[in-house]
C-alpha cells in the first residue's frame, strides 16, 4: 500500500516517521520545506501538491492543526480531493470537527473514495514510538484494509463505529485531559502549601485512585519546571471549544466545560498561544506565590516502552 502523509508537525513528523521507520512506500506533503527535506533525506517521496500527493498513493493521511486548514487543503484546486479516484481511502488523523468531517467526507463519496475518521490519543512522546492510540470511524472494510498501517503508527486501535464517532470520542478524551490538568493545578497547589514532599506525593497519587494518565506525564513536566508536553494552549482551546460546542448543539448543559474554556482562555491570555498547555498550573503558582519545582523529573517526556507491532481493542 502506498502512503501519502500531509502535515509533518509535532504529531504528524512522529506518526509518518513511524510510518518510513517500518518500511512503509511513503509520500509527504508540509509547507515546512525543512521538514519534507528530512523526510526525502530518509527515503521518503516528496510532492509538490496536495493533488499530486493523492493521485500517487492508495491512502491518503492528514494531520493538521485546524478544521479551516484541513478544508483548505482538502478543498483546494490543487487540493486532495481533486486528486482522488475510486477505491482511494482518506484517514483524517486531525482532532477535528464531526460535521466537518462529514461536510467534507460527502465530497470524498462523490469521487468514489472513502473517508475514515483515525485521530490519536496519548501525547507526542508516544507517537514517536509508535506506541499511541488510535481511534478510528467510518467503513469497516476500510478499516481492515488499513488495518497494517495503523498498527505501525500505533500500539492499541480502536474501531468506533460510523464515521464521525471516532472525532466525537476523541474530543470527549481531550476535554478530560484539560479537566484532569486544570485539577492538578489545584492539587499541587494544596501538596506545597501543605509542604508535602513533591517528589512522594507525585508517586502518592500515581498509586491511588485520583490517579490519572495526565498526572502520569504531564505532572512529570509540571515538576521539572520545563511544562514541556508538546503541545499548546491554543490547541487545548480548539480542543475544549470543539466539546463545548458539541455539547450546545446537542442541547445539553454543562457545568464544568464552559468553565475549562474560561481557564484556558485565561491562561492563553496571560501566557501566549503558543505556550505549552501544561502551563496552565502557572495561573496556580502565579496566584499563590509559589511554584511546583522539585528534583528528580525530565524536562520533556520520553517513551520507555519498546515499540511493539499495534493491534485492535
Not at 519546571?225 to 491554543?234: A, K, L
Not at 468553565?259 to 498550573?281: C, H, L, N, P, T
Request: proline letters at 3%.
Amino acid at each position: 500500500m502506498k502512503v501519502g502523509f500531509i502535515g509533518l508537525g509535532n504529531v504528524g513528523g512522529k506518526l509518518a516517521g513511524s510510518l518510513l521507520r517500518n518500511n512503509f512506500d511513503l509520500t509527504v506533503r508540509d509547507l515546512d520545506k525543512n521538514l519534507t527535506q528530512s523526510f526525502r533525506d530518509l527515503g521518503a517521496k516528496v510532492v509538490n501538491s496536495a493533488k499530486e500527493l493523492a493521485e500517487q498513493v492508495d491512502l491518503i493521511i492528514t494531520c493538521l492543526p485546524s478544521t479551516k486548514i484541513c478544508a483548505e487543503v482538502m478543498e483546494a484546486e490543487d487540493g486532495i480531493i481533486s486528486g482522488l479516484s475510486e477505491n482511494k481511502i482518506w484517514l483524517e488523523m486531525s482532532t477535528t470537527d464531526e460535521a466537518e468531517i462529514k461536510r467534507i467526507s460527502k465530497k470524498i463519496i462523490e469521487k468514489k473514495a472513502i473517508p475514515l475518521d483515525g485521530p490519536v490519543s496519548g501525547g507526542c512522546h508516544r507517537a514517536a514510538t509508535g506506541n499511541i492510540a488510535i481511534f478510528v470511524g467510518g467503513e469497516r472494510k476500510a478499516f481492515d484494509k488499513i488495518l497494517p498501517v495503523l498498527t505501525v503508527m500505533g500500539r492499541k486501535i480502536l474501531h468506533t463505529g460510523e464515521l464521525g464517532s471516532a472525532t466525537v470520542l476523541k474530543v470527549i478524551t481531550n476535554y478530560l485531559a484539560s479537566v484532569h490538568l486544570i485539577a492538578l493545578g489545584e492539587a499541587w497547589t494544596v501538596a506545597k502549601k501543605s509542604n508535602l514532599d513533591l517528589a512522594k506525593a507525585y508517586k502518592g497519587i500515581a498509586v491511588s485512585s485520583g490517579n490519572s494518565f495526565v498526572h502520569e506525564t504531564e505532572s512529570q513536566v509540571i515538576l521539572n519546571g520545563s511544562y514541556n508536553i508538546n503541545f499548546t494552549m491554543d490547541l487545548v482551546l480548539k480542543d475544549t471549544g470543539l466539546f463545548d460546542d458539541l455539547a450546545k448543539k446537542l442541547g445539553a448543559p454543562l457545568e464544568i466545560s464552559p468553565k475549562v474554556v474560561e481557564i484556558f482562555k485565561d491562561g492563553q491570555k496571560k501566557y501566549g498561544s503558543r505556550a505549552w498547555s501544561s502551563m496552565i498550573v502557572k495561573r496556580m503558582e502565579d496566584l499563590n506565590n509559589i511554584d511546583f519545582r522539585e528534583n528528580g523529573f525530565p524536562e520533556e517526556l520520553t517513551d520507555n516502552e519498546p515499540e511493539e507491532k499495534g493491534y485492535e481493542i
